[in-house]
């Protein structure tokens, strides 16, 4: 997930700063091309949405665990009675 964000972040600061729609021919290069840099964002904006999809099934039980101590049971009353 990591790796797949830093190459997906990378890619898209070089299609913004390096090679920007419109700044040249069609078919402009940095290292790569143009066209290479926009497929390898695309493939890994996919990939890291399925991987946020997996991660938050995973972590599926710490999010409403949270949600309910937050929002339902009054964590923080709760707290504060017991320990009297
Ligand atoms: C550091 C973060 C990012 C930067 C700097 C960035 C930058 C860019 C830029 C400049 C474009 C326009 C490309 C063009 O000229 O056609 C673009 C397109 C796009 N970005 Fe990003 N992006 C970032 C993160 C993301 C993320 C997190 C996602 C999705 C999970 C994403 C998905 C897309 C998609 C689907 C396109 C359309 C590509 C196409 O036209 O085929 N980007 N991004």
Redesign the pocket.
């Known amino acids: 997930m990591f790796i797949d964000f830093i190459l997906?972040?990378f890619s898209?600061?070089v299609?913004?700063f390096a090679l920007?729609?419109g700044s040249g021919r069609l078919g402009a290069s940095f290292i790569l091309e143009r066209e290479d840099w926009?497929s390898m964002?695309?493939i890994t904006?996919i990939i890291?949405?399925i991987l946020i999809v997996i991660h938050l099934i995973m972590n599926w039980v710490w999010i409403k665990n949270m949600i309910k101590a937050l929002f339902v049971n009054n964590f923080v009353n709760k707290n504060a009675k017991n320990k009297k």
Do not use: S
Request: aromatic share 8%.
């Open positions: 997906l972040a898209g600061f299609l913004k920007p729609r926009l964002h695309n904006a890291i949405t």
